[in-house]
């Protein structure tokens, strides 16, 4: 079975300060890892996801197979941030099979 | 070019009944995805249609049904509705695979039943 915990609801920093939101999995496999954001009144969207190691609007998120966890990290927060983040994983069990699992949320609020 | 769009965007209708929620998908995307979301249990996985075929399932019971037309839309149903299914339904599209590519969201359809 493959789980992600999120394990804050809510999150809450000032502007201009660093934010880190936690996420956790559990799969045996080799997963792949993903964070969505959902801004006030706008789609679900991809923020980034961990095969691409890339950096969107200044978010970064690593990989720890150790400790099983996909953090995603900003080092300057900002009031724009402020939405829902999911963090998801696809199992991939071969071929074109997979399951996307998502945690339940974490709402960032970044106050001026 | 144009997002995905869902319709009806609101439905309201009374235990028992049966729904359909319609998706097109962007145009060239071939995978199809559906999700429900709802406070107590988040974001979770319906099912996802490629090529007309169910390619992948979640762990929702046999009344949450589906299927995909040949022009890459998709369509849900909901027989003997439960209270229990009131939910935002959300439908996504990738070019081949929500696995290898960027999923894009429509904007859900809002079913609540009576």
């Known amino acids: 079975a493959q789980r992600v915990t999120q394990p804050e609801k809510l999150l809450s920093v000032f502007k201009g300060a660093p934010v880190e939101l936690k996420c956790n999995y559990s799969?045996?496999?080799?997963?792949?890892l993903f964070w969505y954001v959902q801004y006030s009144r706008q789609r679900l969207q991809l923020l980034l996801r961990?095969?691409s190691r890339e950096s969107i609007k200044g978010f970064t998120a690593d990989l720890n197979k150790g400790e099983t966890s996909f953090h995603l990290k900003k080092p300057f927060a900002q009031e724009e941030d402020s939405a829902m983040y999911y963090c998801a994983l696809s199992g991939h069990s071969g071929g074109s099979n997979y399951k996307l699992t998502f945690g339940k949320g974490t709402l960032l609020t970044v106050n001026p | 070019k144009a997002g995905v769009t869902q319709t009806p965007r609101y439905l309201i209708k009374t235990r028992g009944q049966q729904v359909t929620l319609s998706c097109s998908p962007i145009s060239g995307h071939r995978s199809v995805s559906w999700y429900q979301q709802t406070p107590g249990q988040g974001l979770q996985f319906l099912f996802e249609y490629f090529s007309e075929t169910q390619r992948n399932k979640g762990n929702f019971p046999g009344r949450f049904s589906g299927r995909q037309f040949s022009n890459s839309r998709s369509e849900m149903n909901v027989s003997t509705l439960e209270l229990g299914d009131s939910a935002l339904y959300l439908c996504?599209?990738?070019?081949?695979?929500?696995?290898?590519?960027?999923?894009?969201f429509g904007p859900g359809t809002r079913l609540t039943v009576l």
């Open positions: 799969y045996s496999g080799s997963p792949e």
């Open positions: 961990h095969i």
């Open positions: 996504a599209s990738s070019r081949t695979s929500p696995y290898t590519d960027t999923q894009y």
